[in-house]
């Protein structure tokens, strides 16, 4: 089984509105987190948003909350006043016990003008 | 304060040369990750390792990886006598050490990745 699934290969939006990016989760453990990349056309990495599962609240970072339901095991990513420079690939990605990150295969997000 | 780096940004070799790639983790950070992302997919665990231990290996392939994060310098990741479905972007990441006991908090910043390219 998908320990990490994005169901939207590509998502458009229009410039100024609001887009949420899927991400569902599978785990049996009680304690893992749940993260956010935004990765360029120029390639890099770049952390977005962390959600804890303890945490009681919605994460938030600027533009970007995560909206955390834990009953349905889903993690979707709100941005907020889409800008040009929000297209990019977006990865949803899990860490349980062992350290490392588990990847979802990614939202690929257009922004029009 | 710098973030991960990694060299070389950008890598050719020929099937059956070896790749060296490298990465610093951020000052403070003692845990290194390797990942690798194939064209159109997204990242996978290779290797996870702290100063002078490799913490767990479980996603390196058996054969022609190793890895290393000695007590001085940086990480590295060799991969001998390459193939072409070697071809890849490999990031590397860092975190701090953990400093509150039972829930695991740090998050993973990445280095801009090598592209690896066999011909």
């Known amino acids: 089984a998908q320990k990490i699934t994005q169901t939207q290969p590509g998502m458009f939006v229009q410039e100024k509105e609001a887009v949420t990016l899927d991400c569902t989760y599978d785990?049996?453990?009680?304690?893992?987190?749940l993260f956010w990349y935004k990765q360029p056309s120029s390639g890099e990495m770049i952390f977005l948003i962390y959600q804890g599962s303890y945490d009681q609240q919605n994460a938030t970072e600027g533009r970007y909350s995560l909206n955390f339901q834990k009953a349905r095991k889903s993690a979707n990513l709100v941005i907020s006043a889409s800008q040009l420079g929000d297209s990019a690939m977006y990865f949803c990605a899990m860490r349980e016990t062992a350290r490392q990150l588990t990847f979802g295969s990614g939202t690929q997000l257009t922004v029009l003008p | 304060n710098a973030g991960v780096m990694q060299n070389p940004r950008h890598l050719v070799r020929r099937r059956g040369q070896e790749a060296r790639l490298r990465c610093s983790p951020m000052k403070g950070h003692s845990h290194v990750y390797w990942y690798r992302q194939l064209p159109e997919e997204g990242l996978k665990f290779m290797v996870y390792?702290?100063?002078?231990?490799?913490?767990?290996e479980s996603g390196m392939p058996k054969e022609r990886f190793s890895a290393e994060f000695p007590k001085e310098g940086p990480s590295i990741l060799r991969i001998q006598q390459v193939v072409r479905g070697d071809s890849a972007a490999y990031f590397c990441a860092s975190s701090p050490v953990e400093t509150s006991g039972g829930i695991i908090q740090e998050t993973q910043y990445f280095g801009p990745g090598t592209r690896l390219l066999v011909l």
């Open positions: 785990t049996s453990d009680p304690s893992y987190g």
């Open positions: 390792l702290q100063k002078e231990n490799i913490i767990d």
